[in-house]
C-alpha cells in the first residue's frame, strides 16, 4: 500500500460510537468504587462524623458485637461529636445507643443525661425535661439529672420546679459547687422575674390611672360627641386581654392626652388637603388654641406638593372647615361645615354638629377662591339638596 493509500485510509469515516478511551482495568476499579459507596457492598466500613443508620447496622453486623457493646460504641461516638460541638449529631448517635436492648441501667442513664446535654445546647427543654425524668425513673439520686432539669427548668421560667431540682440535687451532694452555683441562679433569675412583674404592673396602674383622668376631664366636656356606632376592642400593651376601650380611644398610639400642669386636653388631629390627597398630622393640639395658631406652625413653609413660587396654601389664603356626619349615619349623610380659624379647638369640638371619630379630630383645609374648592363645596351642596328633597318627597 502507497503512503497515499495509507492516508486516505485512516481518514475514512467511522460508523457507531467512537471508541473509548477508558481501559477495562479502569472501568473496573471505577466500578468497584462506586460500589464501595453502597453500604450493603462495602468491603470496610468508613470513618465518618455523620451518623449513619444503615453503616451503623453493618457495623453491629460485621463486629458481631452484642447489643451493650454497640451501644457503648455509639455512646463514644456520641461523645466525641459532643466534644466538637456537632450536638444534633451527639443526640442522633445516643438515641441510636437507646434502642439497643440490654440490662446494664448505668449506660441506660449514661445515654439519656447525655442526649439531654446534647438538647440543652441546642434549647430543645423539653426533650432535657423528659430525657432526665426517664433517668431519674431509673436512678432517682442521678445528680446531672436534676442539673439539666434545673437548668431547662430556667430557661422555661419554671422557677419553682427548678428550684425544687436544685434542692433534691444538694440532698444528695451537699458539696456540688455546680448546683450551688445554679441554685444562686435560680434565685437571681426568680428575683428577676418577680421585678419585672412589678414593674408591669405599676406601668399598669399608671395607664390606668392616666385613663381615668381622661375620662374624668372628657366627662366634665359633657358636650363632646363620639361615634360609637361600632363595638372597639382594644388590646392592652402587658396584657393579652381585649377590653372594651372607650369611645375616645382607637388602636394606634395617637390618643389624646391630659396636660397635668394645665389640666387641657392635648389632642392628635388631622388637617386634610383633597385637593392633593395629602396630610398634616399635629400629634398634640392642645384644646385653648386656635385652628390659626397651629395652621401657622403647619404653614410656615409652603407644603413640599404646593406651588413654591406662587403657592396657594398659605395662612391668609385658606379657609378651614370639618365634615359633620351623624352618629351610625352613612356617606350621603356628611356635610361640609365651615369654621373660623380664629375658633378655640376646644369650642369647636364642643359644636354639636361636630362627631370625633377613632378619637382624632380633622379638619379641611382649601384654598379661597379657587376652582377646585368651588368644586368640592358644590358637591356637598348638590348632596344636601338631593338629601332634602328626597326629604320632602317622603313626608309628602
Wanted: proline share 5%; with cysteine.
Amino acid at each position: 500500500m502507497s503512503a497515499e493509500e495509507a492516508t486516505t485510509s485512516t481518514s475514512a469515516p467511522i460508523i457507531g460510537p467512537a471508541p473509548s478511551t477508558v481501559t477495562q482495568d479502569e472501568r473496573t476499579k471505577q466500578l468497584l468504587e462506586d460500589l464501595e459507596k453502597i453500604p450493603l457492598f462495602m468491603t470496610h466500613l468508613p470513618d465518618s462524623d455523620e451518623p449513619n443508620l444503615a453503616v451503623e447496622a453493618l457495623k453491629s453486623l460485621a463486629s458481631d458485637e452484642p447489643p451493650l457493646e454497640v451501644a457503648t460504641n455509639l455512646k463514644t461516638e456520641g461523645n466525641d461529636c459532643f466534644k466538637r460541638g456537632k450536638f444534633t449529631e451527639a443526640a442522633q448517635y445516643y438515641t441510636k445507643a437507646l434502642e439497643y436492648d440490654h440490662d446494664d441501667k448505668s449506660l441506660k442513664v449514661s445515654l439519656l443525661i447525655n442526649r439531654a446535654a446534647a438538647n440543652l445546647e441546642l434549647q430543645n427543654y423539653g426533650m432535657v425535661l423528659h430525657d432526665c425524668a426517664d433517668a431519674l425513673r431509673i436512678r432517682p439520686n442521678t445528680v446531672k439529672a436534676l442539673f439539666r432539669s434545673a437548668k431547662a427548668c430556667i430557661a422555661l421560667e419554671k422557677f419553682e420546679e427548678a428550684t425544687e431540682c436544685c434542692k433534691w440535687g444538694l440532698s444528695i451532694e451537699p458539696d456540688n459547687k455546680e448546683l450551688a452555683a445554679l441554685q444562686l441562679q435560680v434565685d437571681q433569675a426568680i428575683a428577676r422575674h418577680e421585678r419585672r412583674i412589678k414593674e408591669r404592673e405599676e406601668r399598669k396602674r399608671q395607664k390606668d390611672l392616666i385613663r381615668e383622668q381622661i375620662k374624668q376631664a372628657i366627662e366634665i366636656r359633657s358636650d363632646l360627641v363620639f361615634d360609637t356606632s361600632s363595638d372597639k376592642k382594644k388590646r392592652t400593651e402587658d396584657e393579652d386581654l381585649a377590653v372594651v376601650s372607650y369611645p375616645w380611644e382607637n388602636d394606634s398610639a395617637r390618643q389624646v392626652e391630659l396636660d397635668q400642669h394645665t389640666g387641657h386636653l392635648l389632642w392628635p388631629v388631622f388637617f386634610l388637603y383633597p385637593e392633593s390627597k395629602e396630610s398634616d398630622f399635629v400629634e398634640k393640639f392642645d384644646e385653648s388654641l386656635t385652628l390659626r395658631d397651629m395652621l401657622q406652625e403647619v404653614l410656615a413653609e409652603p407644603p413640599h406638593w404646593d406651588d413654591r413660587q406662587r403657592p396657594k396654601y398659605t395662612l391668609d389664603n385658606v379657609d378651614t372647615y370639618f365634615l359633620s356626619r351623624p352618629v351610625g349615619g352613612f356617606d350621603e349623610d356628611e356635610r361640609l361645615v365651615k369654621v373660623s380659624m380664629d375658633a378655640r379647638l376646644g369650642i369647636i369640638l364642643n359644636n354639636e354638629k361636630y362627631v370625633i371619630r377613632d378619637g382624632i379630630p380633622s379638619f379641611v383645609v382649601l384654598p379661597r377662591n379657587d376652582p377646585f374648592t368651588t368644586q368640592f363645596i358644590d358637591r356637598y351642596r348638590k348632596l344636601r339638596q338631593t338629601q332634602e328633597a328626597a326629604s320632602k318627597r317622603t313626608s309628602n
